[in-house]
């Protein structure tokens, strides 16, 4: 276990990867969450500790490399506000693609915040989605809010980047599946029961989908809101959809 000085050029190259992540790198921080991927079989290519943290004798013997910092030096470099003193850099899970012939799917329209995005994976995940597929101009699957947000999620279902949307209609056209999306004018949810596969299409909660994405879709489906409430938080009207389709 090496002990890093604060200005030293690995320091410095770690820096510079915790604001660009490079392909085939996550940045991780959080002793639970660096178990937890550790615990999902997910390779461990750095881990660094800050000096005087007992270290996890499982999450030390899976990693490449490890390495020792000062608390001030890690908590500087974190991308989150209390990294528990774990820091690690892991491998970007190459997950093969969803197949389209059963289950649900998420497909996002350029959603664009890394924390929404996480919390669809991770709602995602927990109800039973089989993937979410992400259209051009969304956010990093795995930028450090994402991951966090998701819980983890991200490195247990499989998120695919830069899929058109008008493959997702060729894919279920194939399948003779359903496209659905999400929006105002639809069926009310309690009276919509949509075979598998299924796709349902979200856009992020103000700009909604785009007209080719509209275009695709076979039906919309409406969450009904009481109050005046124009709109949904995107990750919290994926939750509601997928726990509907958890009844039907």
């Given amino acids: 276990m090496e002990k890093l000085g604060k200005h030293g050029a690995r320091l410095k190259d770690l820096r510079r990867r915790v604001k660009r992540r490079p392909d085939g790198q996550v940045i991780v921080d959080g002793r639970r969450l660096v178990a937890d991927v550790v615990r999902w079989g997910v390779p461990v290519f750095e881990l660094y500790l800050a000096e005087g943290v007992e270290p996890d004798p499982e999450i030390v013997a899976a990693a490449g490399e490890v390495f020792t910092v000062d608390q001030a030096v890690l908590d500087e470099l974190a991308p989150t506000k209390h990294p528990q003193g774990v820091l690690a850099v892991v491998a970007d899970p190459k997950r093969p693609p969803w197949p389209a012939r059963e289950g649900a799917a998420l497909w996002l329209d350029t959603v664009q915040d890394p924390g929404n995005l996480g919390a669809i994976v991770r709602s995602a995940a927990a109800l039973g989605a089989r993937a ?46 359903e496209v659905w999306a999400a929006g105002p004018g ?23 989908l785009s007209p080719e994405a509209q275009a695709v879709a076979g039906g919309e489906v409406t969450i009904p809101l ?18 509907r389709l958890r009844t039907v």
């Fill in 226 to 243: 009481d109050r005046e409430i124009e709109s949904l938080n995107v990750a919290v009207a994926a939750g509601i959809l997928l726990e």
């Fill in 132 to 177: 979410v597929l992400l259209s051009p101009g969304c956010a990093d699957p795995f930028h450090h809010a994402a991951v966090r947000g998701s819980a983890g999620a991200v490195f247990r279902l499989p998120v695919t980047r830069d899929v058109p949307v008008a493959r997702v209609a060729e894919r279920m056209s194939e399948a003779s599946g």
């Fill in 186 to 208: 639809g069926i009310p949810l309690d009276r919509w029961a949509p075979s598998r596969p299924v796709v349902i299409l979200l856009g992020a909660e103000g700009a909604g």
